[in-house]
Nanobody, 122 residues
């Protein structure tokens, strides 16, 4: 099983940017689909973006298209989420997830990080 550690969260004003990082360890990064989820208070966890192995296919939720970019550095075993034009409704705990799958959106995500808080002030 892969271990995932997120970083890069914080407090930002609306319209600002943050870049989240997720470092993977414990097994090879190859053949892992990687994703970013978020969970706002009182809401269900939702998939924000995902990227296939080795990185040719991506998925974005409609709410973040054009503002967020997911990317992966396979040499560094790290996946990133660049978040621009942040909105207050983007306030949530952001989680990194991985699955040993060649599809862009696995049916079941096998590994999860502990999350990093993103707070967007209005």
């Amino acid at each position: 099983q892969v271990q995932l550690v997120e970083s890069g969260g914080g407090l930002v004003q609306a319209g600002g940017s943050l870049r989240l990082s997720c470092a993977a360890s414990g097994r090879t990064f190859s053949s892992l689909a990687m994703g970013w989820f978020r969970q706002a208070p009182g809401k269900e966890r939702e998939l924000v973006a995902s990227v296939s192995w080795p990185g040719g296919n991506t998925y974005y939720d409609d709410s973040v298209k054009g503002r967020f970019t997911i990317s992966r550095d396979n040499a560094k075993n790290t996946v990133y989420l660049q978040m621009n034009s942040l909105k207050p409704e983007g306030t949530a705990v952001y989680y990194c997830a991985a699955d040993d799958s060649l599809v862009t959106i696995p049916t079941h995500w096998g590994s999860w990080g502990r999350g990093t808080q993103v707070t967007v002030s209005s």
